[in-house]
């Protein structure tokens, strides 16, 4: 795989362990001696000048420059790991499109676990404020894996797995 690069996007509600499973999968993948790049949607966003806002604009524009730039590293050989919400299933399609192998992590967490464990404050603040506010989540219809949280040893497992075996398309 390291060859050919891949892109694993990540993707569930804020709070469901993206970032979690992300850095576990990142950790096993350099065990394995895989060359690893992690773009966490919250630093890219914080890296950019100026950050990009949360109107429907500046995410669709944000979320274009996330696909294009995992997709530029996994055309260099790189493993390129994307915990990052992405509202829109059309978003994670554009990147999917981009990218040489792409695999779809969904972290299936319920709305009252993530609030629950919402470290950054988001679900506390008015619902206007919430990123993402006013955009329903599209849940992936087919993600190649399922994850259960940050914590899913079975999802990592898996998620290692097939990007040994080449990804998907």
């Given at each position: 795989?390291?060859?050919?690069?891949?892109?694993?996007?990540?993707?569930?509600?804020?709070?469901?362990?993206?970032?979690?499973?992300?850095?576990?999968?990142?950790?096993?993948?350099?065990?394995?001696?895989?060359?690893?790049?992690?773009?966490?949607?919250?630093?890219?966003?914080?890296?950019?000048?100026?950050?990009?806002?949360?109107?429907?604009?500046?995410?669709?524009?944000?979320?274009?420059?996330?696909?294009?730039?995992?997709?530029?590293?996994?055309?260099?050989?790189?493993?390129?790991?994307?915990?990052?919400?992405?509202h829109r299933r059309g978003w994670r399609e554009q990147a999917r499109g981009l990218a040489p192998a792409f695999l779809e992590v969904y972290v299936r967490t319920d709305f009252d676990e993530c609030r629950r464990r919402d470290t950054k404050g988001l679900y506390h603040r008015s619902p206007a404020a919430l990123p993402g506010a006013g955009i329903t989540y599209e849940p992936p219809p087919a993600p190649d894996v399922s994850a259960g949280g940050g914590h899913d040893d079975g999802a990592v497992a898996t998620i290692v797995k097939l990007i040994q075996q080449g990804g998907s398309t």
């Open positions: 795989m390291s060859a050919r690069g891949c892109v694993v996007w990540l993707t569930g509600l804020p709070s469901s362990g993206k970032s979690t499973l992300a850095l576990r999968v990142r950790s096993r993948l350099i065990e394995a001696g895989q060359t690893v790049a992690l773009l966490d949607g919250d630093a890219v966003r914080a890296a950019l000048v100026p950050p990009p806002g949360y109107d429907d604009a500046a995410r669709d524009g944000f979320y274009a420059t996330l696909g294009k730039l995992a997709a530029l590293l996994a055309r260099q050989g790189l493993i390129v790991l994307v915990p990052a919400t992405a």
